[in-house]
């Protein structure tokens, strides 16, 4: 939840297809679970998708290597909602891709999607067939939301799960920062016309005139405009102390490097669309720099019982993981822990029963014992506050090194 080098999408591509080899150490005889992973690998968000793949796929690897299952192994199946056309995520090549998981009946879990435009059009697929996903990184509220039961999940039992909160947290929250920490007056809202993006600036907007700050004006971005400065020179002209960007990179790149020309001295936050390797390596510095972004959930990767684990996703991969890579981690772990307690009482392991089991769990996870309430939304909801703040010493593409850790936003 960008127009980009093709020296990079050739690179992103291909770390994305070396991660999802066959696992090791599991023996010929051995039963096999798939787990989809389901990210968008192509596009403006490639980096981010590869760094949450390979999070689910360390997990995987742990379990067959320990043999968590006995008598089992697992596999990842890969799945790309990112389109060349698009240049993002493609929520039709989702519910595609949503299809051919619910067909291949050893598929009996999912990790993503990673963008909530594309949860939207699983969803329903997904809940016909019974397959329950576990999403590190789509924040929209309404996919989990019971009002909206009918339309994404006409089976009647959750089958949505989520290892972050919603951006009924993400957006207030960070209204409340900016009100509460950074003393903001007056702000114009911006999305990008997507599903999460609107959501997000919506959620974002209301808290934000119930917190007091004067809202100078709304617009929506055309993802695949090339120029947004007729809205910036607006912005400019209303002085407005902040803007705020709900969406993700392909339009976010575009706003970020606009934005540093036009209004550089104006405050600018967005949400976990506006956090990531994609808009360090799309927009670069000095544009990036003092931008604030959130996530939605805890911030884990920078605490010292995580070093070893660290460590090793780094050795393993040559890359940092970021919260939302712990995040796909812990969402696989869950699944693997489901299977686990199923074997070990001698159940029958099914989508049914995978579905039954995730949705009662608590499992000890990176960050912390995950469950789950009634709706798949996790219980535990932290939103966290980063501000880009440049580190020369550090790559200059690794969020783990340039997005400064600034605390946990203000709950509503």
Not at 233 to 246: Q, V
């Amino acid at each position: 939840m960008i127009t980009r080098r093709s020296a990079f999408k050739v690179a992103a591509g291909v770390a994305a297809t070396a991660t999802f080899g066959a696992t090791q150490g599991a023996q010929a005889a051995d039963k096999v679970v798939k787990i989809a992973l389901e990210m968008s690998f192509t596009g403006s968000d490639a980096t981010s998708a590869v760094r949450a793949a390979q999070g689910a796929q360390m997990a995987i690897d742990e379990a067959n290597a320990a043999k968590t299952v006995p008598g089992y192994k697992f596999e990842s199946v890969k799945f790309d909602d990112g389109t060349a056309t698009a240049g993002q995520y493609d929520p039709a090549q989702g519910a595609t891709n949503a299809r051919k998981m619910v067909s291949d009946k050893d598929i009996l879990a999912s990790v993503g999607p990673q963008m909530s435009g594309v949860g939207k059009a699983m969803a329903p697929i997904l809940s016909a067939g019974n397959l329950a996903t576990i999403t590190p990184s789509s924040t929209n509220p309404d996919i989990t939301d019971p009002k909206f039961a009918a339309q994404f999940k006409p089976q009647g039992k959750a089958i949505y799960f989520r290892t972050v909160a919603t951006d009924a947290y993400q957006g207030p929250n960070m209204a409340n920062y900016m009100a509460e920490t950074l003393k903001i007056k007056s702000i114009y809202v911006l999305d990008d016309s997507g599903a999460y993006g609107v959501g997000l600036a919506d959620a974002f907007q209301g808290q934000a005139e119930k917190k007091g700050i004067k809202i100078l004006g709304r617009d929506k971005l055309d993802p695949k405009a090339a120029d947004y400065s007729a809205i910036l020179t607006k912005i400019k002209s209303l002085n407005a102390d902040a803007i705020y960007y709900g969406g993700v990179g392909q339009a976010g790149v575009k706003i970020c490097k606009q934005a540093y020309d036009i209004i550089p001295k104006t405050i600018k936050a967005g949400g976990d669309g506006m956090f990531g390797a994609d808009l360090l390596t799309g927009a670069g510095f000095p544009a990036v720099e003092g931008w604030y972004a959130t996530q939605a959930s805890p911030h884990v990767v920078d605490d010292p019982k995580l070093a070893k684990w660290s460590k090793k996703y780094t050795d393993l991969y040559k890359m940092g993981p970021d919260d939302y890579t712990v995040t796909s981690y812990d969402a696989t772990v869950i699944i693997i822990d489901a299977v686990k307690s199923l074997h070990a009482a001698g159940k029958p392991i099914n989508r049914d029963t995978v579905r039954d089991a995730i949705q009662a769990s608590k499992t000890p996870t990176l960050q912390g014992t995950v469950s789950f309430d009634a709706n798949g939304d996790l219980v535990n909801k932290v939103i966290s506050v980063y501000q880009i703040t440049k580190d020369t010493t550090k790559p200059l593409d690794d969020p783990s090194s340039q997005y400064k850790y600034m605390g946990v936003a203000p709950m509503v």
